[in-house]
């Protein structure tokens, strides 16, 4: 496709075509291991200024592009950011994360609910994306991100993270009708959610659900993978080009129900080897992944061995080199550098 050769290496790689190496980027690459991040915190405190005001989100987005140039720049944001576009009001508390001032428990509450208007509800979404493709270029893939609906759905009925998911397990267990309209709802608005952040130029979304991995195999058939599908359906719709990645936290068992979502590409975490994941996952769909966030305090022989052992057993093709989660907050800032350059260096055998 002679039409796409301009594009980005990670879009590149992300629809399947042929390419020199694996892309690269970091989960939370914008983050609290990086210096310019924490001297910036200390000028806006609240993490919804953060995100919200679109010069510190944009800055905050390109601290991790201008030091290293990975092959991915997220927007910086947070997956429970809509939520009070569907009227559900939350805060970020440091050292903590969302907090949801009235948990979502009743009919009621979730008759009150609203589908998401992201041009009204967040006016910051368009102008963070639309400069974040200015300033890359076709020299990097600029990617959007969203909750998914079970995972938005623990943090809105818990109330804040949970260790047990006690309450949600709970209304699943003893009243799911209440859940299932509550999914339902989240999944439409997250959709529109997808949709906006492409037309404001995301070029892949990364769908977050990183609490299904608390439910056993039927649960997640039933509460997390039908509200997955209705997402990308309903994207695929309207924009059936854009790459849709799914990650799920602590999904070895989950791996070939994660493939039943739809999703383009799958994310695998670092309890799962690399080959394995490919074996079970077939040859239609794309891995992303998955080094241990915890490697990146090793050596850089170290770090080197372990990119290049999950650069080979994923194969030269569909593959976006990343952790299996998260960057660590305490990770050295030179150890990242070292993992974006040893990457960089590698080239597929023809
Ligand atoms: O620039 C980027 O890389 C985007 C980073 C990003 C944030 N939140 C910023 C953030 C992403 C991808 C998210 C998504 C998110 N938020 C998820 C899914 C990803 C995952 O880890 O599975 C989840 C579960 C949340 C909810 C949430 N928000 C948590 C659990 C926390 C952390 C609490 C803590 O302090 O450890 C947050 C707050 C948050 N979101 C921080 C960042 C950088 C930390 C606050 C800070 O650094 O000031």
Same mark, same amino acid.
């Given at each position: &496709?002679?039409?796409?050769?301009?594009?980005?290496?990670?879009? @590149?790689?992300?629809?399947?075509?042929?390419?020199? @190496?694996?892309?690269?980027? +970091?989960?939370?690459?914008?983050? !609290?291991?990086?210096?310019?991040? @924490?001297? /910036?915190?200390?000028?806006?405190?609240?993490?919804?200024? %953060?995100?919200?005001?679109?010069?510190? #989100?944009?800055?905050?987005?390109?601290?991790?592009? %201008?030091?290293?140039?990975?092959?991915?720049?997220?927007?910086?944001?947070?997956?429970?950011?809509?939520?009070?576009? +569907?009227?559900?009001?939350? $805060?970020?508390?440091? *050292?903590? =994360?969302?907090?949801?001032?009235?948990?979502? %428990?009743?009919?009621?509450?979730? $008759?009150?609910?609203?589908?998401?208007?992201?041009?009204?509800?967040?006016?910051?979404?368009?102008?963070?994306?639309?400069?974040? @493709?200015?300033?890359? *270029?076709?020299?990097?893939?600029?990617?959007?991100?969203?909750?998914?609906?079970?995972?938005?759905?623990?943090?809105?009925?818990? *109330?804040? *993270?949970?260790?047990?998911?006690?309450?949600?397990?709970?209304?699943?267990?003893?009243?799911?009708?209440?859940?299932?309209?509550?999914?339902?709802?989240?999944?439409?608005?997250?959709?529109?959610?997808? !949709?906006?952040?492409?037309?404001? =130029? #995301?070029?892949?979304?990364? &769908?977050?659900?990183?609490?299904?991995?608390?439910?056993?195999?039927?649960?997640?058939?039933?509460?997390?993978?039908?509200?997955?599908? &209705?997402?990308? $359906?309903?994207?695929?719709?309207?924009?059936?080009?854009?790459?849709?990645?799914?990650?799920?936290?602590?999904?070895?068992? /989950? /791996?070939? %129900?994660? #493939?039943?979502?739809?999703?383009?590409?799958?994310?695998?975490?670092?309890?799962?080897?690399?080959?394995?994941? !490919?074996?079970?996952?077939?040859?239609?769909?794309?891995?992303?992944?998955?080094?241990?966030?915890?490697?990146?305090?090793?050596?850089?022989?170290?770090?080197?061995?372990?990119?290049?052992?999950?650069?080979?057993?994923?194969?030269?093709?569909?593959?976006? /080199?990343?952790?299996?989660?998260?960057?660590?907050?305490?990770?050295?800032?030179?150890?990242?550098?070292?993992?974006?350059?040893?990457?960089?260096?590698?080239?597929?055998?023809?």
């Amino acid at each position: &496709m002679g039409v796409s050769s301009n594009d980005p290496l990670l879009l @590149r790689a992300a629809r399947g075509e042929q390419v020199d @190496r694996p892309p690269v980027w +970091m989960m939370r690459q914008a983050g !609290r291991y990086m210096k310019a991040y @924490r001297d /910036l915190r200390e000028k806006y405190p609240s993490f919804r200024e %953060r995100s919200e005001i679109p010069d510190v #989100a944009i800055a905050v987005s390109l601290q991790p592009w %201008r030091a290293f140039q990975p092959d991915g720049v997220i927007l910086f944001s947070d997956i429970v950011t809509p939520l009070p576009g +569907m009227g559900i009001d939350m $805060d970020i508390a440091e *050292g903590k =994360g969302p907090i949801i001032f009235n948990p979502i %428990r009743t009919q009621q509450q979730v $008759d009150q609910l609203h589908l998401l208007e992201p041009d009204t509800a967040l006016p910051f979404i368009k102008p963070i994306l639309t400069s974040l @493709r200015e300033e890359v *270029g076709n020299q990097s893939t600029v990617l959007g991100f969203v909750g998914a609906p079970w995972t938005l759905a623990a943090y809105a009925v818990e *109330g804040k *993270g949970s260790k047990t998911y006690s309450v949600i397990k709970n209304m699943a267990f003893s009243d799911p009708s209440i859940l299932h309209q509550l999914l339902k709802k989240f999944a439409e608005s997250i959709a529109v959610y997808v !949709r906006y952040q492409i037309d404001c =130029g #995301a070029q892949v979304v990364q &769908m977050f659900d990183s609490w299904a991995g608390q439910l056993s195999p039927q649960d997640y058939d039933t509460f997390a993978v039908p509200y997955q599908k &209705m997402v990308f $359906d309903l994207v695929k719709q309207t924009h059936p080009n854009t790459p849709l990645i799914l990650l799920v936290t602590g999904s070895a068992g /989950l /791996l070939e %129900r994660m #493939a039943t979502s739809g999703a383009d590409i799958i994310t695998v975490d670092w309890t799962v080897d690399m080959a394995d994941a !490919r074996t079970r996952l077939g040859e239609n769909i794309k891995v992303q992944g998955n080094l241990d966030p915890g490697v990146l305090f090793g050596s850089q022989d170290f770090i080197r061995d372990r990119v290049i052992d999950t650069v080979r057993k994923a194969g030269n093709w569909g593959h976006i /080199l990343n952790l299996g989660h998260g960057v660590l907050p305490e990770t050295p800032e030179d150890n990242v550098r070292f993992f974006f350059e040893t990457a960089k260096q590698i080239t597929y055998l023809p």
